[in-house]
Structures are given as C-alpha cells and as structure tokens.
C-alpha cells in the first residue's frame, strides 16, 4: 500500500506545456473494471513531451505496438503514451527534460494525436490533474 501522504504531496510539471486536456481521468470502480487512468493532451504529431517529476526511466518501449514511457520516483510512477523515446532505461530524469515526441500510432484521439498521461502508486491510479502546477488557478462552479 502506498504512502497517500507521501503521494499527495508530489507536485508535477505538464507534460506538455501548453496543450489541451480533451478526456479526463475517470477512476474505475475496481483494479479490473473499466475507466480511464489518466488525461489526455491533444497536441501536434511530434511535439515534444517532458518529464512531469525526477525520477528514471523504467520504461521505454514499445507495447501492443505503441511506443510508451514510464518515469519512477520513490512514490509515484507517472506514464506516458504514445511517446517515441529519446531516453534509455535506467536513466535518472529532471522534471521538466526532454524525453520523447508525441506519436500517431497508439493515440485515443485519433484521426489527432493525443497524449494518454497517467500517474499511479503500486496498483492505485490518481488523477494527474491533482498534482499538476499550474501557472494560474483553476476556477471552479459555485455549486461544484
């Protein structure tokens, strides 16, 4: 089980600094049932994608034929997808560096492309958008 206070202090860059998020996260009612673990930024094919946190690369390849990255600190792994990589496993990562460019191929979004950015601590997704800085704040609905 992971440490939820360690967890919700992590602070987080955009992916994609300036992009549109187009599908919110929906958490799913279990581990196995249907949801979407992540966001999604609509972006051109091949912008440049940055690490959200420090942390290494655990991942950078391809699965089911999408490239895809996965950035590890202590707590928190952040996901990204799809992403071509210009980083190594087991590299260690600075929030905010360049580690890939946004694909076609593998996109929700298509005929557009789209990044799928997701954050999760051992089996428990998160909302991406509980951790990201933002330049200004994010007004709400009176009635929220």
Not at 28 to 35: D, F, H, N
Not at 108 to 136: E, M, Q, W
């Amino acid at each position: 089980m992971p440490n939820l206070l360690l967890v919700l202090s992590i602070v987080l860059l955009p992916p994609i600094p300036g992009a549109k998020e187009i599908n919110s996260f929906l958490a799913p009612l279990s581990q196995y049932s249907a949801g979407h673990r992540g966001i999604d930024y609509l972006a051109p094919v091949n912008s440049g994608v940055y690490a959200s946190s420090d942390g290494v690369i655990t991942h950078a390849g391809l699965i089911a034929n999408r490239w895809t990255i996965s950035i590890t600190n202590d707590s928190i792994k952040t996901t990204y997808e799809p992403v071509k990589p210009i980083v190594s496993l087991g590299s260690k990562i600075k929030a905010g560096e360049l580690i890939g460019y946004l694909q076609l191929v593998g996109s929700h979004c298509l005929p557009k492309a789209c990044l799928h950015f997701g954050v999760k601590s051992d089996t428990l997704y998160f909302n991406p958008n509980k951790f990201i800085k933002r330049k200004f704040p994010r007004l709400l609905p009176i009635y929220s």
